[in-house]
């Protein structure tokens, strides 16, 4: 028999009372409803992102054409992919993330290393060298390069002048390396810096970029600058900031109103015509102030194009998620396969996320990203 804990009602099971919940109802549609709502937003942003950025990433690679197995060896960088920072030569160098790559003589050329925050030269026989930068100077400063800061450096370009331009995508700022009558350089900022963020044409100490990628020195002087944050290409001239190409929205359409989307590396023609590595579409554009921006090969779709250069007939392409460097002949879009066997990896013949290319004759320098690496490929002439 059970009985009750506290005696009394022997025989029985004591009961607890009973409790009305008031609401319950409404509560749980409440919730409901806002659980509905949380999901319809992070749907939508979903979306959003996917349409926006993230398909780029998971376009596979197409038709490579004929793969010319052009011979390459490492110039400089750690022989297992070892990422860090030490001046030095060819497999005792160390490098985070070399991008985007400048003639600065006849055997030398400067790179910007992202992760160490530095402004660096590699030379034919594979010696690295720090201008300015490095990975416990990150920030902002302007000054003796030996007491410059950078954070992010992209871009970089050579004038004749000697001028080293950086595109710095930390602090949305275009910064100069000027040329000092003793040697090394002193650095200033003419576009952008911390906390100024966004979009403005206008006088270059007013103007504003958002993560400036790459940088070009035209002809006349003008710097081009792609800004890939606000989906534009940029020209410095004068002082003066202006829009050459895009809207601010990203698309592809072509025309003196033409869109872009990630504006990720230039390259210029012999005959004037500004290649633009397009990320954001896929492809390749161009751009004449004559004409605008047009689409050279339509229906081309590429796994992540993100380095670009121009020789007599032909534009190469660093494809990134190819692994690969591809060329193009601008006449009729025949494609062959420069380098790269389409194999993530560190191997002979492979790359690990090419990120930009530089000629200088038969030779073609590569940025190989993710192997923290400069590979010489040689090309036919």
Not at 24 to 46: E, H, M, Q
Not at 135 to 159: E, L
Not at 315 to 326: I, K, P, S, T, Y
């Amino acid at each position: 028999m059970l009985e009750a804990p506290f005696g009394g009602n022997h025989g029985h099971i004591a009961q607890a009372p009973r409790t009305h919940f008031v609401g319950r109802g409404p509560c749980r549609k409440r919730l409901g409803r806002i659980l509905l709502g949380v999901g319809l937003v992070l749907g939508i942003a979903t979306v959003w992102a996917w349409n926006a950025f993230l398909w780029v990433f998971f376009v596979k690679p197409g038709d490579g054409g004929i793969h010319l197995h052009r011979a390459g060896r490492t110039v400089a960088g750690s022989a297992n992919a070892q990422t860090g920072f030490f001046d030095g030569k060819g497999p005792d160098a160390r490098m985070a993330k070399p991008i985007r790559l400048a003639q600065l003589d006849a055997r030398t050329v400067v790179f910007a290393d992202i992760n160490n925050h530095a402004i660096r030269t590699v030379d034919l026989d594979g010696n690295v060298r720090t201008l300015a930068g490095g990975p416990t100077k990150v920030g902002h400063q302007d000054g003796p390069a030996d007491q410059a800061r950078f954070k992010s450096p992209h871009g970089v370009a050579v004038r004749a002048d000697g001028v080293i331009a950086v595109g710095e995508v930390g602090n949305d700022a275009v910064r100069l390396m000027v040329p000092k009558a003793g040697g090394g350089y002193d650095v200033k900022t003419v576009v952008g810096g911390p906390g100024r963020k966004g979009f403005q044409d206008g006088a270059a100490s007013e103007a504003r970029l958002s993560s400036p990628h790459a940088v070009l020195w035209g002809p006349s002087g003008e710097l081009y600058i792609a800004d890939i944050g606000n989906a534009r290409v940029r020209c410095l001239r004068d002082g003066q900031i202006s829009t050459v190409a895009g809207t601010g929205k990203r698309g592809l359409s072509d025309g003196p109103q033409g869109q872009i989307s990630w504006p990720m590396d230039l390259a210029l023609g012999s005959d004037g015509t500004l290649w633009i590595a397009d990320c954001g579409t896929l492809t390749l554009r161009t751009w004449r102030a004559d004409r605008g921006l047009g689409t050279p090969f339509p229906g081309l779709r590429l796994a992540m194009p993100h380095g670009v250069a121009v020789r007599e007939g032909q534009v190469l392409v660093a494809e990134m998620n190819g692994q690969r460097v591809l060329a193009y002949d601008i006449k009729d879009a025949r494609v062959s396969t420069l380098y790269g066997d389409g194999a993530k990896g560190f191997g002979p013949g492979q790359l690990n996320r090419p990120a930009a290319l530089l000629l200088d004759g038969s030779r073609l320098w590569v940025a190989d990203l993710y192997n923290h690496r400069v590979v010489l490929v040689e090309l036919p002439n």
